[in-house]
């Protein structure tokens, strides 16, 4: 029977050394103010170009990245592997948005994509869009594309190539590739480029995956589209799904530009959204491919029930469940245990460049409190439950 407080499967990975480490970081991180002051500082300390690595790098970037290049990655593929984990190796680098930056980032998630392809542990490749262009070109291109000047379609043309070129490596390499959700200002576009690229990419399986953010309240219509346009057209969707990771940020830009707010208004119909369109794609499985990327409980266990109800396959290729590195390990390998399919993102990229990513989770782990202390609860009945095996028992 599927139970994701099974610790012993969970951290079987873990030494005890990692499994202190990590407890840690969650207590730390469980605190508004501590994730807010360090926030403030390492935007400080960006800025100024001093140093960060002598703090990060032994806490939350050992705990949530893999670390800096494709090599490094390899022991945590192993790692997963033995515990039947696939990896989905995500180049984060989010901070240059220069000419030099771009075609940087362009070519290190090129690399990424032909060592999936050569890799079998990794389930799929991934990118996100922003980090191949400007956020003023994708905002541009999304609210007011109809303004662009001359030089922005040029601008905007060449993030379409590079867009394009990342899609149609992975279907070379029949690798599938998740294209990463963004800020509401950015995605009108990336949704654009994303529909374009699974017309021409997903004739015969899904390789090119888009993904919905459930908080959003006009993302099941755009499900329906997208599902009547691939019977119209013949071709096989990818839907990534996840509740979305920008909600505060959203809300706050609504209000100062003067728009609806894009977001579901409480947390309940952001479930139920999530919740239905998990369900739309299972019962039209032989059309989509699933990737459900969640480290709420509830919504893993539905799935599998799911899975059962529908008598799929536990590890069908086409429906694959996802946590992030260092995150929900409970959930991740309790549900491998019971044979369905897993896939860990494994972010990898210089200390500096992965900030951004790395105080999103560190704010997602202050503001999503049930989860941190569901993190601490866990970690605490492991070390118990070791000290509890280890310790010698008496009978008189
Ligand atoms: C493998 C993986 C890939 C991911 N990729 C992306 C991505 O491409 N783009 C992206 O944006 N995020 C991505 N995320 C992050 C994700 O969107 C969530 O921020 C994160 O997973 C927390 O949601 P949850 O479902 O795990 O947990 P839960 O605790 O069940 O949900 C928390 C989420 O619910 C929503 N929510 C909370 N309060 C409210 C409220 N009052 N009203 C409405 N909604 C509310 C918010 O989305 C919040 O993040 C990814 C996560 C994973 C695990």
Redesign the pocket.
């Known amino acids: 029977m599927l139970d994701f407080n099974n610790t012993e499967i969970a951290f079987a990975s873990k030494s005890k050394s990692e499994l202190k480490n990590a407890y840690l970081l969650f207590s730390v991180m469980k605190h508004p103010g501590i994730v807010r002051l360090g926030k403030l500082a390492s935007q400080i300390a960006l800025k100024i170009h001093f140093p960060l690595a002598w703090i990060v790098k032994p806490t939350l970037y050992k705990q949530f990245v893999g670390g800096e290049t494709l090599q490094d990655c390899t022991k945590y593929i192993e790692q997963l592997k033995r515990a039947n984990v696939k990896a989905t190796l995500d180049y984060s680098a989010e901070s240059e948005q220069t000419p030099d930056g771009i075609q940087a980032t362009l070519e290190e998630t090129i690399r990424s994509i032909d060592f999936a392809k050569e890799t079998p542990d990794i389930a799929y490749a991934v990118f996100k869009p922003s980090t191949i262009t400007t956020d003023d070109i994708l905002s541009k291109a999304s609210e007011k594309k109809e303004k662009l000047t001359v030089e922005e379609i040029k601008e905007f043309r060449e993030f379409r190539e590079r867009f394009m070129q990342l899609c149609e490596r992975a279907y070379h390499n029949n690798v599938r590739i998740l294209v ?3 800020d509401y200002c950015f995605q009108d576009a990336i949704d654009e480029l994303t529909d374009e690229a699974m017309r021409r990419f997903n004739k015969e399986r899904a390789i090119v995956f888009a ?1 919905l ?1 459930m ?1 959003r309240h006009d993302r099941m219509p755009y499900l329906r589209r997208i599902y009547d346009d691939a019977v119209e057209k013949n071709y096989y969707p990818g839907i990534k799904f ?6 505060e940020e959203e809300r706050k830009r609504a209000e100062l530009m003067g728009y609806p707010d894009p ?5 309940q ?2 479930d139920e959204n999530f919740d239905a369109g998990v369900q739309f794609v299972i019962e039209h499985i032989d059309r989509m491919e699933l990737f459900m ?4 409980e509830t ?1 893993n266990y539905k799935l599998a029930s799911l899975i059962d109800a529908y008598k799929l396959d536990r590890n069908t290729p086409r429906i694959y469940f ?3 590195l260092g995150m929900s390990d409970n959930i991740s390998f309790n549900l491998t245990h019971a044979g369905y399919n897993v896939t860990k ?1 494994v972010p990898y990229a210089k200390v500096r460049d992965v900030l951004p990513y790395l105080l999103r989770r560190a704010e ?1 782990n202050t503001s ?1 409190a049930g ?1 941190t202390g569901r993190e601490l609860r866990m970690l605490k009945a492991e070390m118990g439950r070791r000290k509890k095996s280890a310790s010698p028992t008496y009978s008189n």
């Open positions: 990463d959700a963004e993904t953010q908080y996840v509740r979305g990771a920008y909600m977001i579901c208004k409480n947390k119909e952001t990327g969640t480290h709420n919504s996802s946590q992030l993102y997602e999503v989860q």
